[in-house]
């Protein structure tokens, strides 16, 4: 089992800034690909940023060039640097992790709101 606690988010201007971190029980979080998703009022759950066990990264295209997916494995975190936020960013931020193709584990969630 893995268990997953995000952090990080909160309320700020478009254009601001924000770090989101998740971390991550267990021992075998470098084998783990990592994901955050969003969900905003009313629309479906989509993946943001996801990086592989190798450290390779994908983003959605809304969010490329904006925010930027790491992690640390000695801490098992997973950071999301968020930069010129945009009031269409806002949403609950999930992290989530899994093997093969599919996320399994599942964090509680934090909520970004982007003011105009």
């Known amino acids: 089992q893995v268990q997953l606690v995000e952090s990080g988010g909160g309320l700020v201007q478009a254009g601001g800034s924000l770090r989101l971190s998740c971390a991550a029980s267990g021992r075998t979080f470098s084998r783990f690909t990592m994901g955050w998703f969003r969900q905003a009022p009313g629309k479906l759950r989509e993946l943001v940023a996801g990086i592989r066990s190798g450290g390779s990264t994908n983003y959605a295209d809304p969010v490329k060039g904006r925010f930027t997916i790491s992690r640390d494995n000695a801490k098992k975190t997973v950071y999301l640097q968020m930069s010129n936020l945009k009031p269409d960013d806002t949403a609950i931020y999930y992290c989530?992790?899994?093997?093969?193709?599919?996320?399994?584990?599942w964090g509680q969630g934090t909520q970004v709101t982007v003011s105009s």
């Open positions: 989530a992790a899994g093997v093969g193709g599919s996320y399994d584990f």
